[in-house]
């Protein structure tokens, strides 16, 4: 009997701790997104052969309060601890997992060095040289921390990965369902065509996370508000592979799910937008993802 029990206890801690990072639980705002190939017709990898492994993604982009209790400031323009941080590039994003990753005792993700620059990161083709930062940042690999998603994570998730109904934008073919863009983020509905001097009379700007309706897997805010950093180079599209990880080089980090003051197509979950990694304004966001 005695035997038994402990078999039974030994076995319960083995299964608690596989779901959970060496450093502690998963936060509470974390979802596990089931790993698989694309459901939903609307994404750039349908149909390609691209599996992605399980992950875990948080529901809500980074808050102001979650950036200021890691970095100890608040770049954003739209102040509130319940708004998502803004004005944030990439490499801002990827300190921000390393620093919260050895705040709560898990192994750092990335490897920054400031001192060599990355040949991988390129000139823009028609503007020249944009990112004079050019930090060499690489994969810890087998590392527990915090870290951006791929764009394959993000569009898997944002396509609402195995319970996917087919939307065009993160939870709705109705985009005023689930996002905050150039129409709704202000103090009217706005009509017509895109206007910034309309825009900024009608004081459109991010808004609290998770105002709006989740999606399929009950993830917020991935269609509108900011637009979303993730790790990959913007390039090709990988098909028949398993948790690609984008180009090998490039000029421009991805972004995706469009923000508050863009338009309709950009929140689309397989519209994909580009920055230099030093690029910010904003409208420029991001989520953190872990490895289970």
């Not at 209790?69 to 490499?91: A, H, I």
């Not at 599209?237 to 398993?242: D, G, H, W």
Request: hydrophobic fraction near 35%; charge should be neutral.
């Amino acid at each position: 009997m005695k035997k038994s029990f402990l078999l039974m206890a030994v076995l319960l801690v083995a299964n608690v701790a596989l779901a959970m990072p060496a450093g502690g639980a998963v936060p509470d705002s974390f979802i596990l997104v089931k790993g698989g190939t694309f459901k939903n017709k609307a994404s750039n990898y349908y149909g390609k052969g691209v599996v992605v492994s399980d992950f875990y993604i948080d529901k809500y982009d980074v808050t102001q309060k979650e950036w200021i209790e890691v970095m100890g400031n608040n770049p954003s323009q739209f102040k509130g601890d319940n708004r998502p941080v803004e004005t944030v590039s990439w490499y801002d994003a990827i300190e921000y997992c390393n620093k919260r990753s050895i705040k709560e005792g898990l192994q750092p993700y990335y490897r920054i060095d400031r001192r060599s620059k990355d040949p991988n990161n390129q000139p823009d083709p028609k503007f020249g040289e944009l990112d004079h930062i050019k930090w060499t940042v690489t994969i810890n690999e087998g590392a527990n921390g915090y870290r951006l998603p791929t764009e394959a994570q993000w569009e898997y998730a944002a396509s609402g990965g195995q319970l996917s109904q087919g939307y065009t934008y993160s939870g709705s073919d109705n985009i005023d369902d689930v996002a905050w863009y150039w129409r709704n983020s202000g103090d009217n509905t706005l009509t017509g065509w895109w206007s910034w001097p309309a825009i900024a009379q009608n004081h459109d700007q991010t808004q609290p996370v998770g105002s709006k309706k989740p999606n399929e897997l009950g993830l917020y805010d991935m269609s509108g508000n900011v637009r979303e950093w993730c790790w990959d180079w913007r390039g090709s599209l990988a098909s028949n592979v398993a948790d690609p990880r984008g180009s090998q080089s490039g000029f421009g980090k991805v972004w995706k799910g469009g923000g508050w003051m863009g338009v309709a197509f950009t929140a689309a979950v397989a519209f994909r937008g580009s920055l230099a990694a030093n690029g910010s304004g904003p409208d420029q966001g991001f989520r953190v993802v872990l490895s289970p």
